[in-house]
């Protein structure tokens, strides 16, 4: 097994990483770190990682962003699978021995994750929205659930992840552009049709830092996830299909907006609040639940925030005879 390990100005935590790759019971991998223009001691601390352990093997470029970076530890490994590692992360020893195995035993699977904890020193600056998000992905075991929920959120934690490399470089690696390289990249592989399940078992402590770029990076931005999961609906389950959206508060409106914005048609809003029934948002029509099969074909989609209200948006489109994941998907 390769791992792929960008890296840039990780001092402080790279040596518990590369600590806990090197105690990994599956002794036969390799750890291919890109050093991507760091300021402080990283590439020092790498070189020196190296020197006492020859399956570490270091790459040093300038600043180019972190496709880049797994891209070339991409073309650099020397294994049929990759798994993906950052470098403020602890992976469990067990970690690649068990995806390995997985990978090896089920041929239909071409992406594996596993479930993840936060861990310190990251837990202090981690608030409830990231805790929220732990237990939702944590949730998400297998294919069916993933796929249903993947308009959402990423269904899985990047560094948790363990893949078949051709099938990574079959969909054309990481794509360098103002956006989520990992949310970009499982919904491609969704639209290719790969198939995806996750561990049950905890097997990575994911370690959110404040300077996380998921935190301080606009290719990262709440917008920029909402232009992908648009982009995918309508290569996929919105083709020759008009979108009703249940819910018309600030998250339905905002991803009617997006919607509308790319050229997608939205024909009604669904609504239980009897003041909006009735009315009319963006110049489209505000329906209640017993209106909603009105419009022929459509794609629904559930954009709501809470947990609860999603549950009960799917219940009453179950009860309308919809399917989930074929009719209906959850969106946030």
């Not at 300021?39 to 093997?57: H, I, K, N, S």
Request: include cysteine; charged fraction near 25%; aromatic fraction near 6%.
């Amino acid at each position: 097994m390769s791992v792929l390990l960008p890296v840039r100005d990780a001092g402080p935590t790279l040596s518990d990483c590369l600590d806990s790759l090197g105690a990994q019971t599956l002794a036969r991998h390799e750890v291919i770190a890109v050093d991507d223009g760091s300021r402080d001691d990283t590439g020092e601390r790498l070189l020196a990682g190296a020197a006492r352990d020859p399956r570490l093997r270091v790459f040093r470029t300038p600043p180019r962003g972190i496709a880049a970076a797994l891209n070339l530890a991409l073309a650099e490994a020397r294994a049929e699978v990759v798994a993906r590692m950052d470098a403020d992360d602890w992976a469990h020893p067990l970690r690649l021995e068990a995806q390995l195995a997985r990978l090896r035993e089920d041929p239909r699977v071409d992406v594996l994750g596993c479930r993840v904890a936060t861990g310190a020193p990251a837990a202090e600056g981690s608030g409830a929205g990231m805790r929220a998000y732990v237990d939702w992905v944590n949730g998400l075991v297998d294919h069916d659930a993933m796929a249903r929920a993947r308009f959402v959120d990423s269904p899985l934690v990047h560094p948790s992840v363990a893949m078949r490399a051709q099938a990574l470089r079959d969909l054309g690696s990481y794509r360098d552009f103002a956006g989520p390289e990992d949310y970009d990249l499982w919904l491609r592989a969704f639209d290719a049709g790969l198939r995806f399940a996750k561990l049950p078992e905890v097997l990575l402590e994911w370690r959110d830092s404040p300077g996380r770029l998921t935190r301080t990076d606009p290719r990262y931005s709440a917008r920029a996830f909402v232009r992908l999961k648009v982009a995918s609906l309508a290569r996929g389950p919105l083709v020759g299909r008009p979108a009703v959206v249940w819910g018309a508060g600030p998250i339905g409106k905002a991803f009617a907006r997006a919607l509308m914005g790319a050229g997608q048609r939205v024909a009604a809003f669904i609504e239980v609040d009897r003041r909006k029934i009735g009315r009319h948002i963006h110049g489209v029509p505000v329906l209640a639940v017993d209106e909603a099969l009105r419009i022929a074909g459509a794609l629904h989609l559930g954009a709501v925030g809470q947990a609860g209200a999603r549950d009960r948006i799917r219940d009453e489109v179950k009860h309308l005879g919809l399917v989930d994941g074929r009719d209906f998907f959850a969106v946030a």
